[in-house]
T-cell receptor
Framework: GAVVSQHPSRVICKSGTSVKIECRSLDFQATTMFWYRQFPKQSLMLMATSNEGSKATYEQGVEKDKFLINHASLTLSTLTVTSAHPEDSSFYIC???????????FGDGTRLSIL | QQQVKQSPQSLIVQKGGISIINCAYENTAFDYFPWYQQFPGKGPALLIAIRPDVSEKKEGRFTISFNKSAKQFSLHIMDSQPGDSATYFCAARIGKGNTPLVFGKGTRLSVIA
């Protein structure tokens, strides 16, 4: 099946640090990638949708200057959490889709802990 | 407004029993309904999915039942095993794979021996 690789799986860093998370589709071209945030024992909350070569579309309430998304190729999207603070600590998950009615596949998530 | 309502929030089933999780939706434009399984510390993994032109789909021990008129769909796990203990999410989507999924709140399943 389709594989989406997310890296790193865990980050622990100091407040004020910027953190970059990578999401790669390994065996298909992902025209669209999605970034989610998940709090403990809760559902996935969509943060933004990114189409290759275009600016990301952010959900209401998500700060675009805080969460920078780049989708420069059909196999790679990155999420950069800028000047991270403890309230940004969460589980971030990406998914990739390539249209044509095919299912979306998820990465294994990144656990971000800001001290 | 929650577009996809999932119940129950948690479920305990004996090994070998049937686990049933239900979802209901409002938006009749949804045309794709997947179920995902998530283990702690991992991303969701696609289990099975259905489109509204089919009333039932079965893959191994997993079955989706779909009732278009009632705008409901459910996941049945037959012969539930301890390894099935996880959180299950139903979801819905409009259009092709480049539109976002709308998720239910999840059901935490525990299968006990």
């Amino acid at each position: 099946g389709a594989v989406v690789s997310q890296h790193p799986s865990r980050v622990i860093c100091k407040s004020g640090t910027s953190v970059k998370i990578e999401c790669r589709s390994l065996d298909f071209q992902a025209t669209t990638m999605f970034w989610y945030r998940q709090f403990p024992k809760q559902s996935l909350m969509l943060m933004a949708t990114s189409n290759e070569g275009s600016k990301a579309t952010y959900e209401q309430g998500v700060e675009k200057d805080k969460f920078l998304i780049n989708h420069a190729s059909l196999t790679l999207s990155t999420l950069t959490v800028t000047s991270a603070h403890p309230e940004d600590s969460s589980f971030y998950i990406c998914s990739a889709g390539h249209g044509g009615g095919q299912p979306q596949h998820f990465g294994d998530g990144t656990r971000l802990s800001i001290l | 407004q929650q577009q996809v309502k999932q119940s129950p929030q948690s479920l305990i089933v004996q090994k070998g029993g049937i686990s049933i999780i239900n979802c209901a939706y409002e938006n009749t434009a949804f045309d794709y309904f997947p179920w995902y399984q998530q283990f702690p510390g991992k991303g969701p993994a696609l289990l099975i999915a259905i489109r509204p032109d089919v009333s039932e789909k079965k893959e191994g021990r997993f079955t989706i039942s779909f009732n278009k008129s009632a705008k409901q769909f459910s996941l049945h796990i037959m012969d539930s095993q301890p390894g099935d203990s996880a959180t299950y999410f139903c979801a819905a989507r409009i259009g092709k794979g480049n539109t976002p999924l709308v998720f239910g709140k999840g059901t935490r399943l525990s299968v006990i021996a």
